[in-house]
Structures are given as structure tokens and as C-alpha cells.
């Protein structure tokens, strides 16, 4: 039945289809996401004996198409992106047969080989990624005898990266991924100190850093955290330095834990957001103890490090096994990326947004790079200056406005857009949202529910937040 019952008729579809094809095209999209769904999908291409070319688009826009439309493959596979393009996809029938393996929102079009969640009643946003998706392929292009139940880990990577989980963990048919990998022995669920960064940061910086929940006088207090830290009885230095997360033994992280939890009640911290400190985590067992690559979380930053900077071809190479020289190359693409994040949060926290009857929003112009002013709006929405009750819309300049197809465009802005859990549940669905305003003012957009982007001429923004703000109010009214 594979993995995702509800898909298995259409993963089958899709790899008889790829079965006879003398060679494929992968093309994915440019993030942790799409990243391991491609390659998901190339290892078990490989695996399958069938030959297999991988590229990576920024957005699967109309000249994007059309380029894969020039090269001499006559099967296209889309991972992690296609659906929401597919009234674009279908206008080159004659050139290619495509084959979509996405969990976006479809648009109004449809074709033969199409294994998308929301097609079979899952949500696209929470219960499967572009990974699963392409992991659901993956078990059904299983040679005889074969098992591919090893990518389940950078299916697992994938959700994470494309913030799926919460702090109870995976839902829905993502835990039916994890339960797979777990037999398989590539990776371990368990619960734990829900602190992004538990493998590499040394214990201060941990604490100082985590921002899910706030405790006063040691979250983004680096004085505190050490001040709390020092006041421990547990041995949390070796060598003169403070120890990660991982170096401890079960009872110093005992210790710290609960001592943590302690001081959040008595610094006020409501109940829920105490419960919240300790979360499902998933470990790659494989990984090297102390590496980034044995947290999923930490994992899919490194990868986001380097797709969303043009360096997709290093973050692959991690993916698919290879260390040295891509993992130093990630590393450092890290630093910065960790840097940028940090220095866009400060823009937009110093900035203030401008708040709309129904939405809140800021432009970043050429100050926040166009490939993370959506993460940079995600992880905005729970900082101070930032209303919680309302989406967030992010603008940024589209750097290469010299465009590969020739004409000469006007300059382009793009959106990206985050909502509130709440919201969504009340019936917003951003991904509607960005397409219609976007395609109102000439542009174009989808997405999620509860993250959407699109691209809009940069001429027409004011005109574009009227209409979110009138298509949100709709929504929500
Ligand atoms: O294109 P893709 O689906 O990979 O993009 C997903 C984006 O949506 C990620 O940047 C992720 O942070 C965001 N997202 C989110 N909350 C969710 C699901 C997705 O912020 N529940
Ligand atoms: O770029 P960003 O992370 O904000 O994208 C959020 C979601 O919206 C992603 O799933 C992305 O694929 C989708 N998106 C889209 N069309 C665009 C821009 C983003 O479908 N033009
Ligand atoms: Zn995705």
C-alpha cells in the first residue's frame, strides 16, 4: 500500500509513467523542501536504473517552463512545486510529459500523473510535504526486492524544513513516514528539550536564542542565560568551555530542564507556553553526535542556507551523502544565512510593520534578500512589534530584474505572506488570497493555507495590499 494509503494509486501512476522514460528531468523548488524532495527522487530514480538530470527553479514561472520545454528530455518531473502551475505545465504537452509530485494548491488544471495530498482529502500544509510526497514515489519506484525506506529520514527533513510539525511532532501522513524510517533505523523520534540547536550550540547560546518561548532574563540575554546556567549544580563546562546539549549526560539535562522550566513559571510564563519547552524531536542516528545534520531542524536550516543562495548543488550533495567539501561549503553558507536572518528580524522589529484593518505589512525593498523575506515574515510574526491577530505580508525587491526571457520588464516585488494557526482555522486561506490579489494587479502567487508568495509588479503594491486586505476580510467575514 506504501506509505500514504490515499496516494498509492496515483505514486503508481506516476511510476509506471517514469518507468518509461529513457531518461527524466527533475526540476524542484529552491528550498529545504524541495531540496530533499529532489533528492528523494533522484536516489530512487538511480536506484530504479532510470537515468535522471536535476535542476532547481527560484519560482516555476511561465519562462522557467518554457526552458525545460527546450531541453531534449520528453518526461519532466516537478517536485516540491508544479501543481499550483499546472494551468502553465499543460501548455507544453507537445513538448514534455509531466509528471507533478507536490503538496501545493493545485490550479484549475489537471494531468495524468499527479500524486499531490490535497488531491485525496490531506492537508498540504501540515500532513504531507513536498519530501512525502516525493518519499510516497520513492516506495512505489522500488525495483523488486528493493527498499527505499532509508529516504524516509530526508522526508522527515523536509516536513520539518517546511515547518509541519509542531511541538507535539508530525500529524497525519507524516508520522506514518517517521514510523518508517524508525524501521528502517535511520532515525529515532523522542522528546526532549524543544530548543532549536541542541546538537551545536554551546548551552548559553542555546538558551539565549530560543525564541518560541520566551523566558524574561535569559531569552536574548546572553548575561542571563550564563547567570542562570553558572547557578546549577551540574558540571556544564569541560575544558573551560560550555558544553551543547548533546555532550550531556541524561541527568545534567535533567537538571537543566527542569531548573528551566522552574524559572519560566516563576517569571510568569503562562502554562501552555512552560508545556511547550519540551517537544517531540526527530534525531538521524547515522549523523555524527554534535553535527547539524543529526537534528532534522538543524538539518533543514543548512539546507536552506544554501538553496536560497543560489547554491542548491551544495545542499544536494549533502542530501545525497557527500561530506567534505559541500558540508564545509554549507557550513559557511550557514554563517551568513544565520547572519541575514538575524539582521532582517532587527529591520523589521526596529521598523515596525504598517497595520491594515485586516493585515500588517512591510516592504524590505533590497534590505531583506527576495529568497527569505518569507522566513524572515515567519519568524517576525511571533516577535514584539508584530501583531499576532492578523497576517503578515512581506515585500521584497526581485533582484534580477534582467530577465532570461528578454523582454524588458518593469521591476518586480516579491510576496511573501504568513498567517496565524488561528486564523487559518477560521477559514483564511492565504495561498487564494495571494493568487487572486496577485493575479488582480497583473502578478501571480499560491501557496499554503497558512504561507503563501507571489511575484506582483512593483508599480502596483499599494493596490495589491487593498486587495489582500479585501480578499482577508472576505475570508474571515
Ligand atoms: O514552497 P514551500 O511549500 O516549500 O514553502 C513552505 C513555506 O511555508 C516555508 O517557508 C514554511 O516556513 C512556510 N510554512 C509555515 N507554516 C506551515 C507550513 C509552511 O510557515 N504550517
Ligand atoms: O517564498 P515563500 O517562502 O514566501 O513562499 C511561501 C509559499 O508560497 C511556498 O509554498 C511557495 O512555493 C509559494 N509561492 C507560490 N508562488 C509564488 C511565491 C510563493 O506559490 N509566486
Ligand atoms: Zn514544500
Known amino acids: ?88 505545465i499543460t501548455e507544453y504537452a ?57 529516504l524516509a529520514a530526508l522526508a522527515v527533513v523536509g516536513a520539518v524544513g517546511d515547518m509541519q510539525g509542531g511541538v507535539d511532532g508530525l500529524t497525519g501522513a507524516n508520522e506514518g513516514i517517521v514510523e518508517e524510517g524508525q524501521a528502517a533505523g535511520v532515525l529515532t523520534e523522542g522528546t526532549d528539550l524543544a530548543m532549536y540547536g541542541r546538537q551545536t550550540r554551546p548551552l548559553p547560546k542555546l538558551l539565549e536564542y530560543a525564541s518560541d518561548v520566551r523566558i524574561p532574563g535569559i531569552t536574548g540575554n546572553e548575561a542571563g542565560a550564563i547567570g542562570f546556567l553558572a547557578e546549577l549544580d551540574a558540571d556544564l563546562r569541560a575544558d573551560g568551555e560550555w558544553k551543547r546539549w548533546v555532550d550531556l549526560t541524561d541527568s545534567e539535562r535533567q537538571t537543566v530542564a527542569s531548573a528551566l522550566l522552574k524559572r519560566a513559571v516563576a517569571s510568569g510564563v503562562s502554562a501552555d507556553q512552560v508545556d511547550s519547552l519540551i517537544g517531540t524531536t526527530y534525531t538521524l542516528v547515522d549523523e555524527p553526535v554534535g553535527s547539524e545534520l543529526r537534528d532534522v531542524s538543524e538539518f533543514s536550516t543548512l539546507l536552506n542556507a544554501t538553496a536560497r543562495y543560489d547554491r542548491a548543488d551544495v545542499g544536494l550533495a549533502v542530501c545525497l551523502g557527500e561530506r567534505d567539501e559541500p558540508l564545509d561549503q554549507a557550513r559557511t553558507l550557514l554563517r551568513n544565512h544565520r547572519k541575514n536572518l538575524s539582521e532582517g528580524i532587527e529591520l523589521v522589529t526596529s521598523e515596525g510593520v504598517t497595520v491594515e484593518e485586516h493585515v500588517q505589512w512591510f516592504d524590505a525593498g533590497t534590505r531583506i534578500r527576495e529568497t527569505i523575506v518569507g522566513i524572515v515574515a515567519g519568524m517576525a510574526l511571533g516577535s514584539s512589534g508584530v501583531r499576532r491577530d492578523r497576517p503578515i505580508i512581506a515585500f521584497a525587491a526581485v533582484e534580477d530584474a534582467d530577465d532570461r526571457d528578454g523582454d524588458d520588464d518593469e521591476s518586480e516585488l516579491k510576496v511573501s505572506a504568513r498567517s496565524p494557526h488561528s486564523l487559518v482555522r477560521q477559514g483564511l486561506d492565504l495561498s487564494a488570497v495571494m493568487r487572486e490579489a496577485a493575479q488582480s494587479v497583473g502578478g501571480d502567487g499560491g501557496g499554503h493555507d497558512v504561507a503563501a508568495g507571489a511575484t506582483i509588479p512593483a508599480a502596483e503594491r499599494d493596490a495589491f495590499v487593498a486587495a489582500v486586505d479585501e480578499l482577508v476580510a472576505d475570508q474571515l467575514g
Not at 41 to 51: S, W
Not at 59 to 84: K, M, N, P, W, Y
Open 1 to 88: 500500500m506504501g506509505p500514504v494509503p490515499e496516494l498509492a494509486e496515483r505514486a503508481t501512476a506516476c511510476a509506471d509513467r517514469l518507468r518509461q522514460a529513457d531518461t527524466v528531468l527533475l526540476a524542484s523548488h529552491i528550498d529545504a523542501d524541495g531540496l530533499t524532495s529532489a533528492a528523494i527522487a533522484t536516489t530512487a530514480l538511480e536506484r530504479a536504473g532510470i537515468p535522471v538530470e536535476t535542476i532547481f527553479e527560484k519560482q516555476l514561472d511561465e519562462a522557467a517552463v518554457a526552458r525545460i520545454a527546450e531541453t531534449d528530455h520528453e518526461t519532466a518531473l516537478f517536485t516540491d512545486f508544479g501543481s499550483g502551475q499546472l494551468d502553465i
Open 94 to 150: 507537445d513538448a514534455f510529459t509531466p509528471v507533478v509530485v507536490d503538496h501545493h494548491q493545485p490550479a484549475d488544471a489537471e494531468t495524468a500523473y499527479h500524486c499531490n495530498p490535497l488531491l485525496v482529502g490531506l492537508d498540504g500544509a501540515s500532513e504531507l510535504s513536498g519530501a512525502g510526497a516525493a518519499y510516497t514515489l520513492a516506495r512505489a519506484l522500488e525495483p523488486e526486492g528493493g527498499d527505499n525506506r532509508d
